[in-house]
């Protein structure tokens, strides 16, 4: 059974029950005759939908789509949504700097405002916004700065217009698996990581059913996950096999992060240090439209430990070195070479920042002699040590290799990876512990 197969059997249980609940809120209306797959008439047109049907509806596939069989009363439409970006903006000073930056061109409005969603898109963003508000405003956010990138990167209207509608549903996807797996503190376990890589493609599906909607709007949603250098999902596209607009929905994705309202928002400093680390994931063409935001970054900063810091430079170190000194041994040759090609990278950003993680006590002395530089440090040791825990979920994505044990296809797990595992496992214990 395919993924998309499996998608289609289990996993909208989780999207059928968020429509149905809504139906308890607000008037959800059949708009036709909804059959099972096996041609059984399920709802009748006219059928108020509500909990109440859901048992019935999560035993089958459904003939139409749900989006396409239901309709709600005060479905978003795209003023809806303007409406709802401005909400954001004025709540988020960031978000204002944005907008203003906006306003010295065409708005939001006079660039998106005209677009009519479809009837069956303008009921899921109904759904998304109140069955999965975090989703809804993620999207909201990525389409401000999704339209700002594309505006300064000289694109023509209707390709500005393309990136920013492709922004707005780019996770439409995500409302079709379980929400608990979205919560931030869930561990994804290999299976449950297999539905979260193919929500790109289970977004694409269903926007390429809708004929209004310029290709270039599903193919950079399809992209919005790929990587200038290979490392993306869904298909690993590099360079220019992404489009334009799929480019700019991954470096927004990555900016994002230092636009959100909540009390995650990271520092624009912070920002810096994870695009240095990660240019030849998103080029350097878009991330420089960013820097006229560097200038009201906030200077807050969490209190820097000594002793923190000592423990993250030693891991880093010992990270290194386990690789490095087990490089050698006969394992997946592919899993071998994307690793070592990743960390040569991440040696010469370390290199490049001051720190050879081959001489941990160096930098450990220098934060002796100048406790003030232990600030700009921590947050370039907290990106190196997710630098590492990503390159396991990219190895365990596309090769399959696990943490112990033997790999596909009968090849002996490599030696570094059990042992990168294991010290990213004890630092994360130790840390829960304090």
């Avoid at 919560?183 to 926007?207: F, G, I, Q, V």
């Avoid at 929905?249 to 240095?276: G, R, T």
């Avoid at 081959?358 to 100048?370: K, T």
């Avoid at 112990?404 to 090849?411: F, H, K, T, V």
């Amino acid at each position: 059974m395919t993924l998309l197969e499996e998608k289609n059997q289990v996993v909208d249980k989780h999207y059928l029950r968020a429509v149905t609940e809504l139906g308890d809120e607000r008037r959800i209306v059949s708009t036709c005759d909804i059959y099972s797959q096996t041609g059984i008439k399920l709802v009748a047109a006219g059928i108020l939908v509500t909990s109440s049907l859901y048992e019935k509806l999560v035993q089958h596939k459904l003939l139409p789509a749900l989006d396409r069989a239901l309709a709600a009363d005060d479905m978003l439409s795209m003023a809806g949504v303007m409406s709802d970006l401005e909400t954001l903006m004025e709540r988020n000073s960031r978000m204002k700097a944005l907008s203003n930056e906006m306003r010295k061109g065409d708005s939001y409005r006079q660039i998106l405002g005209d677009f009519k969603i479809p009837s069956a898109l303008a009921f899921k963003l109904t759904v998304a916004k109140e069955k999965f508000p975090r989703i809804y405003e993620h999207s909201l956010l990525l389409m401000a700065v999704s339209t700002y990138l594309a505006r300064c990167d000289g694109l023509n209207a209707s390709e500005v217009k393309s990136a920013g509608i492709a922004a707005l549903f780019h996770d439409i996807g995500l409302l079709h698996i379980d929400p608990a797996l979205l919560e931030p503190h869930h561990e994804m376990t290999p299976a449950e990581r297999k539905h979260l890589y193919a929500h790109p493609l289970t977004a694409y599906l269903m926007l390429n059913e809708f004929p209004e909607l310029p290709r270039s709007v599903s193919n950079a949603v399809l992209e919005h996950h790929e990587r200038m250098d290979g490392s993306g999902y869904p298909r690993g596209l590099r360079g220019d096999k992404i489009s334009r607009n799929g480019q700019i929905l991954a470096i927004a994705e990555l900016a994002a992060k230092a636009f959100d309202s909540d009390e995650q928002a990271i520092p624009w400093k912070k920002l810096d240090v994870m695009l240095k680390l990660n240019s030849r994931k998103y080029g350097q063409g878009l991330i420089g439209f960013l820097n006229i935001f560097r200038a009201s970054s906030e200077g807050v900063h969490d209190e820097v430990s000594f002793e923190r810091l000592n423990k993250q430079v030693q891991l880093v170190s010992k990270l290194f070195n386990d690789f490095y000194q087990n490089d050698s041994v006969p394992c997946n040759p592919q899993a071998q070479d994307f690793a070592q090609a990743r960390l040569e990278e991440l040696r010469l950003g370390l290199f490049e920042a001051g720190f050879d993680p081959r001489d941990p006590e160096s930098l450990i002395q220098m934060f002796e002699d100048d406790p003030e530089c232990m600030k700009d440090y921590a947050l370039l040791l907290d990106e190196v040590t997710w630098q590492f825990k990503s390159l396991m979920l990219e190895i365990a994505r596309q090769w399959s290799v696990p943490t112990g044990g033997r790999a596909a296809g009968g090849q002996a797990m490599c030696p570094w990876l059990s042992l990168m595992n294991q010290t990213l496992a004890e630092y994360s214990a130790d840390t829960l512990k304090r």
